[in-house]
């Protein structure tokens, strides 16, 4: 069975960071796009940022220069180191890896809004909080 694990959310102040870990089981994560989506209270979700099965890399623009998405094919898993949090940031972050490969290639190019891309399955989510 497909499945994803996120970890690593955790409450900090404006300027901190955190990184967050996608776990896959059930399927290579190497052949597969994975992209990170966030969700606030009352907002839409969003696409974060997203790697693809070539490791294109796509970041949102609220999130550049201060998010990096990376690849351990050996551990299966995906992460999201997080630098200067603000207090724009705070959401529950899921992971999502696309139906089949190749589905997240022109989302993790830029030549798509990731926050529309559709995808196969999803991670049951962490917390970030950004508080003084």
């Known amino acids: 069975q497909v499945q994803l694990v996120e970890s690593g959310g955790d409450l900090v102040q404006p300027g901190g960071s955190l990184k967050l870990s996608c776990a896959a089981s059930g399927f290579s994560l190497g052949n597969y796009g994975i992209g990170w989506f966030r969700q606030a209270p009352g907002k839409e979700r969003e696409g974060v940022s997203c790697i693809s099965g070539r490791d294109e890399e796509y970041y949102a623009d609220s999130v550049k220069g201060r998010f990096t998405i990376s690849r351990d094919n050996g551990r299966n898993l995906v992460s999201l180191q997080m630098d200067s949090l603000k207090p724009e940031d705070p959401a529950v972050y899921y992971c999502?890896?696309?139906?089949?490969?190749?589905?997240?290639?022109?989302?993790?190019?830029?030549?798509?809004?990731?926050?529309?891309?559709?995808?196969?399955?999803w991670g049951q989510g962490t917390q970030v909080t950004v508080t003084p």
């Open positions: 999502a890896t696309e139906e089949s490969p190749g589905d997240l290639l022109h989302y993790c190019s830029g030549g798509y809004r990731l926050t529309r891309a559709k995808v196969g399955s």
